[in-house]
């Protein structure tokens, strides 16, 4: 019994079919929450997907080639070079570069290196107090150059390996500060081009308008070097002038600038210039520049009509319009005070297989016959027969 039963439920689940039906609710409260939520879903479509989001454009990506190009002098005087002017071609290295350019903002000079014998710059497993502390042909990644063998005087006070370098080496010291004083920062530096409020489609910067947009200090940065990225976003309507579309650009830090967690901090490189002196010994002058790496990086968007992602967007939209019935359904029959007068209204249950049992029984009651029968002459009797015509044998 109980399987029969169970197999009966499993029938009647499977074979069942819901079909809508239209209920009328003439309420304020239902009909005002019908209204909002048509034109939550209607203000989307339009104002979201079509206008801001231009959904009835098709778009394609930015395909871009960027050159640069560097100009001005910067004037030094310093120690170790005395005057001097320095102008493209002094700090702009290497010449040309893809999409990106370096600016020399510092640097270590070391004049006059030739390659000979120099005791090595005084660095942990360099020092020593006798020659048995040197091993002749060692070399070290840290090091700048060969052992000799021999521990020679570096100082009064300190003695190291002689190694065979360019001597005299280079004093890896901390950089030299910038010689402009703070209280001349602004008259002297910000007289920019570029401006993002009064000018800001100019393609001409200034180094330290560059580096404050991106939130650094220019006097820091320049000490140490950096990498900034220079953005150049296109987002063009394709459907406006052709004017419209102008480039936006902005700025941001792009190496590591945590003064706690940094092993190398800005960013630095060496070069040298070759030369013969008067003994006609091959002669270098080192120099270790710090600078600023400005990566051009461009990217953006253009869009113009087409009817199919508009049907496609607008069709989408609309179809969120099902929703508006999904929530009013859900409060009327859930939040509502005639909540179960609702649920009786809506929701009906008719079985078929009871359909069919009373469409038999109409059946039965509709093939009744009223039959009349000559039992005696001139007195008829009146037999009612059910289920089936039946005959009655006169009595």
């Known amino acids: 019994m109980k ?3 169970c197999c009966a439920s499993i029938c009647q689940c499977f074979f069942e079919y819901s079909t809508p039906k239209i209920l009328v609710i003439r309420s304020f409260k239902v009909g005002t929450l019908n209204r909002i939520t048509q034109a939550l879903v209607i203000a989307y479509v339009i104002g979201y997907v079509c206008v801001l989001n231009k959904g009835y454009q098709d778009t394609d990506a930015v395909l871009s080639s960027v050159t640069t190009k560097v100009k001005g002098i910067a004037l030094t005087n310093t120690s170790d070079l005395g005057l001097r002017i320095w102008d493209v071609a002094d700090y702009v290295i290497p010449p040309q570069e893809e999409n990106s350019f370096f600016v020399l903002t510092n640097l270590l000079i070391t004049l006059n290196q030739t390659q000979s014998h120099c005791p090595e710059v005084p660095k942990t497993g360099f020092d020593c107090t006798s020659d048995r502390d040197c091993k002749a042909g060692s070399r070290d990644t840290r090091g700048n150059g060969v052992q000799t063998g021999k521990c020679v005087k570096y100082s009064a006070v300190d003695k190291t390996c002689e190694v065979l370098a360019w001597c005299p080496l280079e004093l ?39 580096v404050t947009e991106a939130n650094e200090d220019f006097q820091t940065m320049a000490v140490h070097g950096g990498v900034m990225g220079v953005q150049i976003r296109w987002e063009c309507d394709l459907d406006m002038p052709s004017s419209w579309c102008v480039p936006r650009y902005t700025f941001r830090r792009l190496d590591n600038k945590d003064p706690v967690n940094n092993v190398a901090p800005g960013y630095n490189f060496r070069f040298a210039k070759y030369y013969k002196n008067g003994n006609n010994e091959e002669t270098r002058t080192l120099i270790k520049g710090f600078g600023i790496r400005f990566d051009v990086m461009v990217f953006g968007q253009a869009g113009k009509f087409n009817i199919v992602p508009t049907l496609l967007n607008v069709g989408a939209g609309l179809a969120l319009l099902g929703l508006v019935t999904v929530v009013c359904d859900w409060i009327v029959l859930t939040c509502m005070t005639k909540k179960n007068i609702y649920n009786e209204e809506k929701y009906s249950y008719v079985d078929d297989f009871q359909l069919v049992s009373n469409s038999f029984s109409n059946l039965r009651m509709t093939c009744s016959i009223l039959l009349i029968v000559p039992v005696q002459p001139f007195w008829p009797k009146f037999i009612i027969l059910d289920y089936s015509p039946v005959f009655s044998i006169p009595l």
């Open 3 to 5: 399987t029969r039963g």
């Open 172 to 210: 890896d010291k901390e950089p030299p500060k910038r010689n402009i004083l703070p209280y001349v920062n602004k008259t002297y530096l910000e007289q920019c081009v570029f401006n993002r409020i009064t000018d800001p489609d100019c393609p001409i910067f200034r180094l330290k308008d560059m």
